[in-house]
Structures are given as structure tokens and as C-alpha cells.
């Protein structure tokens, strides 16, 4: 099948999709662009798939994320946790026989599940990136606090704290404030500061406005402000019962904010770039075929 030598890794996503053609462990080609799982229909994934390898080469095809939901191609069933690599990997769908194959997401009994994290994760893992026992908190349209142990994943939790900015900024009476790129400024640790205190977050989400009308808070500040007032009430609830490093996984422009609102919450984050743990654990999973 040629896996031990090439093959074409895939995270496919709701909005987007990433394509990277692996050559004995190196990337030698990419392949990115906005055809995400919502854009394909069902009986058009066959075309999607093929366009990939008109793309990167007619190799094997090892994928991830929600293309194996129900909205997507064919769904992978979930692995309940404890779960790690191994189970991940005797458990893919395979929508072609020998050639292309899913990644299961992983469930949990809160109830709670994931899709395409748990390859950043356990990737980490193996890649000596974050340590076998550990805490690990993975940004994103709905973030993830993941606690790992004997390098397993035995437990998460999701908070729709990405999709709720999202909702604010193009849905709500704060939309008009919303507009500003966000970054790590007084105004953003201000807003973690009042988020991890815990009070009604839809009170002060509304005294944002509030604030804005009466001359008290500045326009430019809203974005950096509800920004860290959301992920200070984020942090603030996922943290109980926690001790130690956080080990916050993903995209750059988003661990940034999660590491420095940890800090100003008291605790010690380090960043890790999700793609490097993406890559380190589509590897580990094609390893085992």
C-alpha cells in the first residue's frame, strides 16, 4: 500500500481542508483551501478525494477531522476514552479498501466528543512534545481541555468559547464593536481578569455596550476585551481541580491568547503548533497499519 513510504495526510475540516504529501516522514508538497466538509456534498466526496490526488499524487490517503462525521463522507465511529494510538488505529474506516482511510474521532462520558484534535494530541504525545501524563487545552471554534495519562486520553471537556465570538461578532448588538483584530494588550488581560471572576458572562458581554454608550470603555478595546472576558470564563471554569503546566495546542494566533490569559490566571502555559502535532500523528497512526 505503501504507507511505511508515501502517503498523503488529510485534515478536513468543517471550512476548510489541508492536504500534505509525506515522503518518508517529510512533507513534499501541501495542498490547503477552503473545501471543507459544509461545501461537499455526499455523493460529490468521491471528486473531492480524487482532486486531492490529482493535487499531491495517486497515493494512499490517511484523513482526519469531520470528513468522518455525519456530515461528512462516511462516518467513523468514535473510540470511547481511554483511548490512545493504538485504538485510534485499529479502529479507521475505510472508505476504500487499502487506499483511503478515516481517523475515528473520540468520546467521552460527560457526554462530550472530538473530531481531528485527538491526532494533534496523541501525535504530540508520541513526538515527546507534551509529556504522557498531562494537561492540554486545544483553542478552537469549540476549544477542548483535554487531560492526558500514560500518554492516553482518558478525559475532555468542550466549551463553545471560539463559535460564541464568532456568534457575537456577526450576530449580535456587539457587532458593530466587534471589528478589530484581536491581540494581547492591557484591554484583553483586563477582560480575562473580569471572565475568570466567574460573574453572569451575558451581563458583561452586555456591559461591553454598555460601557462603549456611556463613555466608560473604549470602542477600540471591545474586541480585545470580549475576547479575553470569554476565554477568562473559559479558563476560569476548566481549570477547577487542575494543577501544574498547560500544554496549549493549535494554531498560533490562538495559543498566544490562551497562554497569556493563562498566565494572567496564575499558571504556567507553554505552546505547541498544532500542524507540527498534526503531521507527528498521522505518522504514528500510519505507523501501525
Given at each position: 500500500?505503501?504507507?511505511?513510504?508515501?502517503?498523503?495526510?488529510?485534515?478536513?475540516?468543517?471550512?476548510?481542508?489541508?492536504?500534505?504529501?509525506?515522503?518518508?516522514?517529510?512533507?513534499?508538497?501541501?495542498?490547503?483551501?477552503?473545501?471543507?466538509?459544509?461545501?461537499?456534498?455526499?455523493s460529490e466526496f468521491p471528486a473531492a478525494v480524487q482532486q486531492i490526488r490529482e493535487c499531491l499524487g495517486d497515493h494512499p490517503l490517511l484523513m482526519a477531522g469531520m470528513v468522518g462525521s455525519n456530515r461528512g463522507w462516511v462516518e467513523a465511529p468514535y473510540v470511547p476514552c481511554p483511548a490512545g494510538l493504538d485504538e485510534v488505529a485499529s479502529a479507521l474506516c475505510w472508505p476504500e479498501a487499502e487506499r483511503t482511510a478515516i481517523v475515528p474521532g473520540l468520546s467521552c462520558d460527560r457526554p462530550d466528543v472530538m473530531r481531528g484534535e485527538e491526532v494533534q494530541i496523541l501525535g504530540a504525545v508520541?513526538?515527546?512534545?507534551?509529556?504522557?501524563?498531562?494537561f492540554v487545552c486545544h483553542p478552537g471554534t469549540h476549544n477542548k481541555w483535554v487531560t492526558l495519562e500514560g500518554g492516553r486520553v482518558?478525559?475532555?471537556?468542550?466549551?463553545?468559547?471560539?463559535?460564541?465570538?464568532?456568534?457575537?461578532?456577526?450576530?449580535?448588538?456587539?457587532?458593530?464593536?466587534?471589528?478589530?483584530?484581536?491581540?494581547?494588550?492591557?484591554?484583553?488581560?483586563?477582560?480575562?481578569?473580569?471572565g475568570l471572576q466567574g460573574d453572569a458572562l451575558t451581563a458583561e458581554l452586555f456591559s461591553v455596550r454598555a460601557g462603549v454608550l456611556l463613555g466608560t470603555k473604549r470602542k477600540r478595546d471591545a474586541t480585545?476585551?470580549?475576547?479575553?472576558?470569554?476565554i477568562g470564563a473559559d479558563i476560569g471554569s476548566s481549570l477547577k481541580g487542575s494543577t501544574g503546566e498547560v500544554f496549549v495546542m493549535g494554531r498560533?494566533?490562538?495559543?498566544?491568547?490562551?497562554?497569556?490569559?493563562?498566565?494572567?490566571?496564575?499558571?504556567?502555559?507553554?505552546?505547541?503548533?498544532?500542524?507540527?502535532?498534526?503531521?507527528?500523528?498521522?505518522?504514528a497512526i500510519a505507523g501501525r497499519l
Open positions: 500500500m505503501g504507507w511505511a513510504g508515501t502517503f498523503i495526510a488529510v485534515d478536513w475540516g468543517t471550512t476548510n481542508r489541508r492536504a500534505w504529501r509525506l515522503e518518508d516522514g517529510a512533507v513534499t508538497d501541501e495542498l490547503e483551501d477552503e473545501r471543507g466538509v459544509l461545501s461537499v456534498g455526499k508520541d513526538a515527546g512534545l507534551v509529556p504522557r501524563d498531562a482518558t478525559g475532555f471537556r468542550t466549551v463553545m468559547t471560539g463559535e460564541m465570538f464568532s456568534l457575537l461578532k456577526g450576530h449580535s448588538i456587539l457587532s458593530d464593536l466587534l471589528t478589530d483584530d484581536m491581540s494581547v494588550d492591557e484591554a484583553f488581560c483586563d477582560g480575562v481578569r473580569q480585545d476585551f470580549t475576547s479575553g472576558l470569554l498560533p494566533e490562538l495559543t498566544q491568547l490562551y497562554a497569556a490569559a493563562l498566565r494572567v490566571a496564575g499558571r504556567t502555559a507553554s505552546e505547541i503548533d498544532g500542524e507540527a502535532a498534526f503531521l507527528a500523528g498521522i505518522q
